[in-house]
Protein backbone atom coordinates (compact mmCIF):
# COMPACT_ATOMS: atom_id res chain seq x y z
CA UNK A 1 0.00 0.00 0.00
CA UNK A 2 1.65 3.86 -0.76
CA UNK A 3 1.73 6.28 1.79
CA UNK A 4 -1.07 8.08 -0.24
CA UNK A 5 -3.19 5.21 -0.50
CA UNK A 6 -2.27 4.95 3.41
CA UNK A 7 -3.25 8.39 4.09
CA UNK A 8 -6.36 8.15 2.10
CA UNK A 9 -7.12 5.08 4.48
CA UNK A 10 -7.34 7.14 7.31
CA UNK A 11 -10.31 9.38 5.92
CA UNK A 12 -12.69 7.14 7.25
CA UNK A 13 -13.90 9.26 9.31
CA UNK A 14 -13.92 11.99 6.36
CA UNK A 15 -16.54 14.62 7.66
CA UNK A 16 -16.09 15.92 11.25
CA UNK A 17 -18.71 17.94 10.70
CA UNK A 18 -19.50 20.09 13.85
CA UNK A 19 -15.78 18.96 14.99
CA UNK A 20 -17.49 15.95 15.70
CA UNK A 21 -14.27 13.58 15.72
CA UNK A 22 -15.62 11.66 18.63
CA UNK A 23 -13.69 9.86 21.06
CA UNK A 24 -11.46 7.53 19.53
CA UNK A 25 -11.93 3.35 20.38
CA UNK A 26 -9.56 0.84 19.71
CA UNK A 27 -10.74 0.33 15.93
CA UNK A 28 -10.03 4.24 15.31
CA UNK A 29 -8.40 5.24 11.70
CA UNK A 30 -7.51 8.74 12.06
CA UNK A 31 -8.47 10.67 9.67
CA UNK A 32 -8.24 14.47 8.03
CA UNK A 33 -11.27 16.67 6.48
CA UNK A 34 -12.31 17.69 10.56
CA UNK A 35 -14.59 20.16 9.51
CA UNK A 36 -16.66 22.47 11.86
CA UNK A 37 -19.98 24.54 11.03
CA UNK A 38 -19.28 28.30 9.11
CA UNK A 39 -20.75 30.77 11.18
CA UNK A 40 -22.19 33.65 10.11
CA UNK A 41 -24.12 36.22 11.57
CA UNK A 42 -27.85 36.38 11.11
CA UNK A 43 -29.83 38.85 11.51
CA UNK A 44 -33.06 39.25 9.04
CA UNK A 45 -35.70 36.42 9.84
CA UNK A 46 -34.99 35.09 6.28
CA UNK A 47 -31.50 34.71 7.40
CA UNK A 48 -32.35 33.22 10.54
CA UNK A 49 -34.60 30.91 8.71
CA UNK A 50 -31.56 29.96 6.73
CA UNK A 51 -29.49 29.31 9.84
CA UNK A 52 -31.80 27.15 11.36
CA UNK A 53 -31.90 25.33 7.91
CA UNK A 54 -28.41 25.39 7.44
CA UNK A 55 -27.45 23.83 11.02
CA UNK A 56 -30.32 20.71 11.01
CA UNK A 57 -28.83 19.69 7.17
CA UNK A 58 -25.37 19.82 8.85
CA UNK A 59 -27.12 17.47 11.44
CA UNK A 60 -28.41 14.78 8.73
CA UNK A 61 -25.17 15.11 6.77
CA UNK A 62 -23.02 13.96 9.76
CA UNK A 63 -25.95 11.21 10.32
CA UNK A 64 -25.46 10.24 6.45
CA UNK A 65 -28.66 11.27 5.70
CA UNK A 66 -27.22 13.08 2.46
CA UNK A 67 -30.76 13.68 0.77
CA UNK A 68 -32.59 15.66 3.18
CA UNK A 69 -29.13 17.05 3.73
CA UNK A 70 -28.99 18.65 0.49
CA UNK A 71 -32.76 19.13 0.42
CA UNK A 72 -31.92 21.50 3.49
CA UNK A 73 -29.28 23.25 2.39
CA UNK A 74 -31.34 24.29 -0.80
CA UNK A 75 -34.03 25.73 1.09
CA UNK A 76 -32.11 27.07 3.50
CA UNK A 77 -30.35 28.86 0.39
CA UNK A 78 -33.92 30.25 -0.89
CA UNK A 79 -34.28 31.39 2.43
CA UNK A 80 -31.55 33.30 2.27
CA UNK A 81 -28.97 33.40 -0.82
CA UNK A 82 -26.63 35.39 0.70
CA UNK A 83 -25.92 33.07 3.78
CA UNK A 84 -22.49 31.12 3.13
CA UNK A 85 -22.58 28.78 5.46
CA UNK A 86 -25.39 27.45 3.60
CA UNK A 87 -23.79 26.91 0.42
CA UNK A 88 -20.92 25.37 1.56
CA UNK A 89 -22.96 23.05 3.51
CA UNK A 90 -24.08 22.11 -0.06
CA UNK A 91 -20.68 21.84 -1.01
CA UNK A 92 -19.89 19.21 1.75
CA UNK A 93 -23.37 17.22 0.46
CA UNK A 94 -22.09 16.81 -2.83
CA UNK A 95 -17.88 16.31 -2.04
CA UNK A 96 -19.76 13.08 0.07
CA UNK A 97 -21.82 12.41 -3.08
CA UNK A 98 -18.67 12.24 -4.93
CA UNK A 99 -20.46 15.33 -7.33
CA UNK A 100 -17.15 17.31 -7.54
CA UNK A 101 -17.93 19.89 -10.42
CA UNK A 102 -21.38 20.85 -8.02
CA UNK A 103 -18.78 20.60 -4.79
CA UNK A 104 -16.76 23.18 -6.08
CA UNK A 105 -19.52 25.37 -7.80
CA UNK A 106 -21.08 25.57 -3.71
CA UNK A 107 -17.76 25.86 -1.89
CA UNK A 108 -16.15 28.97 -4.46
CA UNK A 109 -19.97 30.83 -3.75
CA UNK A 110 -19.62 30.28 -0.13
CA UNK A 111 -15.97 31.67 -0.31
CA UNK A 112 -17.25 34.47 -2.49
CA UNK A 113 -19.83 35.53 0.07
CA UNK A 114 -17.52 34.85 3.02
CA UNK A 115 -13.65 34.93 1.38
CA UNK A 116 -12.11 34.86 4.59
CA UNK A 117 -14.28 32.47 6.71
CA UNK A 118 -12.04 29.90 8.45
CA UNK A 119 -14.28 26.89 8.20
CA UNK A 120 -15.16 27.18 4.94
CA UNK A 121 -11.63 27.46 3.54
CA UNK A 122 -10.74 24.56 5.78
CA UNK A 123 -13.19 22.57 4.23
CA UNK A 124 -12.26 23.69 0.79
CA UNK A 125 -8.60 23.11 1.16
CA UNK A 126 -9.59 19.40 1.92
CA UNK A 127 -11.56 19.25 -0.88
CA UNK A 128 -8.68 20.84 -3.33
CA UNK A 129 -6.39 18.24 -1.79
CA UNK A 130 -8.33 15.36 -2.33
CA UNK A 131 -9.28 16.56 -6.01
CA UNK A 132 -5.64 16.51 -6.81
CA UNK A 133 -5.00 20.04 -6.11
CA UNK A 134 -2.58 20.61 -2.87
CA UNK A 135 -1.04 23.84 -3.92
CA UNK A 136 -4.03 25.65 -4.00
CA UNK A 137 -5.58 23.37 -1.05
CA UNK A 138 -2.88 24.77 1.37
CA UNK A 139 -3.36 28.69 0.04
CA UNK A 140 -7.24 28.12 1.78
CA UNK A 141 -5.44 26.06 5.16
CA UNK A 142 -3.46 29.01 5.32
CA UNK A 143 -5.83 31.67 5.50
CA UNK A 144 -8.15 29.29 8.07
CA UNK A 145 -4.93 29.14 9.77
CA UNK A 146 -4.41 32.63 10.00
CA UNK A 147 -7.44 34.04 10.96
CA UNK A 148 -7.33 35.15 14.77
CA UNK A 149 -11.22 34.56 15.22
CA UNK A 150 -10.58 30.81 14.05
CA UNK A 151 -11.84 28.71 17.37
CA UNK A 152 -10.26 25.52 16.58
CA UNK A 153 -7.29 26.56 14.28
CA UNK A 154 -5.64 22.52 14.77
CA UNK A 155 -8.17 21.27 12.81
CA UNK A 156 -7.00 23.33 9.94
CA UNK A 157 -3.31 22.58 10.86
CA UNK A 158 -3.91 18.87 10.73
CA UNK A 159 -6.02 19.41 7.32
CA UNK A 160 -3.05 20.82 5.79
CA UNK A 161 -0.58 18.33 7.28
CA UNK A 162 -2.64 15.40 6.69
CA UNK A 163 -2.84 16.87 3.01
CA UNK A 164 1.36 17.90 2.67
CA UNK A 165 1.49 13.57 4.11
CA UNK A 166 -0.31 12.61 0.69
CA UNK A 167 1.52 15.07 -1.61
CA UNK A 168 5.00 13.11 -0.04
CA UNK A 169 5.98 16.46 1.13
CA UNK A 170 7.57 15.13 4.60
CA UNK A 171 8.60 18.62 5.55
CA UNK A 172 6.09 20.87 5.27
CA UNK A 173 3.72 17.60 6.95
CA UNK A 174 6.01 18.21 9.68
CA UNK A 175 5.67 21.67 10.27
CA UNK A 176 1.88 21.91 10.19
CA UNK A 177 1.66 18.57 12.20
CA UNK A 178 3.91 19.93 15.07
CA UNK A 179 1.73 22.89 15.30
CA UNK A 180 -0.97 20.99 15.95
CA UNK A 181 0.35 18.77 18.59
CA UNK A 182 1.38 21.98 20.29
CA UNK A 183 -2.11 23.19 20.33
CA UNK A 184 -3.84 19.48 21.60
CA UNK A 185 -1.36 17.28 22.99
CA UNK A 186 -4.39 14.68 22.28
CA UNK A 187 -4.39 15.54 18.69
CA UNK A 188 -4.24 11.22 17.37
CA UNK A 189 -4.21 12.34 13.84
CA UNK A 190 -1.36 14.58 14.29
CA UNK A 191 0.15 12.72 16.67
CA UNK A 192 0.09 9.24 14.11
CA UNK A 193 1.25 10.80 11.44
CA UNK A 194 4.27 12.99 12.85
CA UNK A 195 5.41 9.14 14.19
CA UNK A 196 5.13 8.47 10.36
CA UNK A 197 6.97 11.34 9.38
CA UNK A 198 9.82 10.93 12.09
CA UNK A 199 10.16 6.81 12.12
CA UNK A 200 10.61 6.96 7.81
CA UNK A 201 13.15 9.60 8.45
CA UNK A 202 14.79 7.59 10.60
CA UNK A 203 14.42 9.50 14.11
CA UNK A 204 13.43 6.73 15.76
CA UNK A 205 13.46 7.57 19.56
CA UNK A 206 11.60 10.60 18.09
CA UNK A 207 9.38 8.08 16.68
CA UNK A 208 9.16 5.66 19.58
CA UNK A 209 8.23 8.49 22.15
CA UNK A 210 5.26 9.75 19.45
CA UNK A 211 3.72 6.54 19.10
CA UNK A 212 4.22 6.03 22.85
CA UNK A 213 1.72 9.48 23.91
CA UNK A 214 -0.30 8.11 21.25
CA UNK A 215 -0.40 4.89 22.56
CA UNK A 216 -1.02 6.51 26.14
CA UNK A 217 -4.68 8.15 24.41
CA UNK A 218 -6.06 4.94 22.92
CA UNK A 219 -5.73 1.48 22.32
CA UNK A 220 -3.17 0.69 19.51
CA UNK A 221 -5.23 0.59 15.82
CA UNK A 222 -4.04 -2.26 13.53
CA UNK A 223 -2.60 0.93 12.18
CA UNK A 224 -0.48 2.00 14.83
CA UNK A 225 0.24 -1.34 16.25
CA UNK A 226 2.07 -1.74 12.93
CA UNK A 227 4.26 1.56 13.03
CA UNK A 228 4.99 0.95 16.67
CA UNK A 229 6.25 -2.70 15.53
CA UNK A 230 7.93 -1.28 12.94
CA UNK A 231 9.83 1.23 14.91
CA UNK A 232 10.65 -1.10 17.31
CA UNK A 233 12.28 -3.90 15.59
CA UNK A 234 14.12 -0.92 14.14
CA UNK A 235 15.43 0.19 17.42
CA UNK A 236 15.99 -4.23 17.93
CA UNK A 237 13.83 -4.33 21.51
CA UNK A 238 12.68 -7.57 20.29
CA UNK A 239 10.08 -7.34 23.50
CA UNK A 240 8.57 -4.28 22.38
CA UNK A 241 8.26 -6.07 18.85
CA UNK A 242 6.89 -9.11 20.21
CA UNK A 243 3.93 -7.19 22.27
CA UNK A 244 2.90 -5.61 19.34
CA UNK A 245 3.29 -8.74 16.75
CA UNK A 246 0.56 -10.08 19.66
CA UNK A 247 -1.44 -7.41 18.91
CA UNK A 248 -1.48 -7.56 15.55
CA UNK A 249 -2.43 -11.54 15.26
CA UNK A 250 -4.61 -11.37 18.27
CA UNK A 251 -6.92 -8.09 17.56
CA UNK A 252 -6.33 -7.92 13.51
CA UNK A 253 -5.98 -10.81 12.21
CA UNK A 254 -6.84 -10.53 8.35
CA UNK A 255 -6.02 -6.78 8.11
CA UNK A 256 -3.95 -5.47 5.66
CA UNK A 257 -1.11 -5.08 8.51
CA UNK A 258 -1.35 -8.17 9.86
CA UNK A 259 -0.97 -9.59 6.39
CA UNK A 260 2.13 -7.62 5.82
CA UNK A 261 3.56 -9.05 8.88
CA UNK A 262 2.80 -12.44 7.60
CA UNK A 263 4.85 -11.99 4.82
CA UNK A 264 7.55 -10.06 6.25
CA UNK A 265 7.20 -6.69 4.97
CA UNK A 266 8.38 -4.34 7.07
CA UNK A 267 9.06 -1.55 4.55
Given at each position: MTLKS??????????????????????????????????????????????????????YLQEGSYEVALERARVAIDAESGYAPAHNLLA???????????????????????????????????FLCQTGKPKESNVHFRVAIANPLHQSPGKALTNAGLCAVMSKDDRLAEEYLVRAVRLDRANLTALFW?????????RLDDARQIIKDL???????????????????????REAEARFTGILHRKYRGSPEQQKLSRGEFD
Open positions: TALSFVALALFVSGCAGTPDGNMEFSGVEQAASRQAATSDAGKRAMVHTELGRLLVYMTLRQNHLAEQSFRRALQLAPGDPEINNDFGWLADITYRSNHARLDPTSESAWLALRIERKLGD
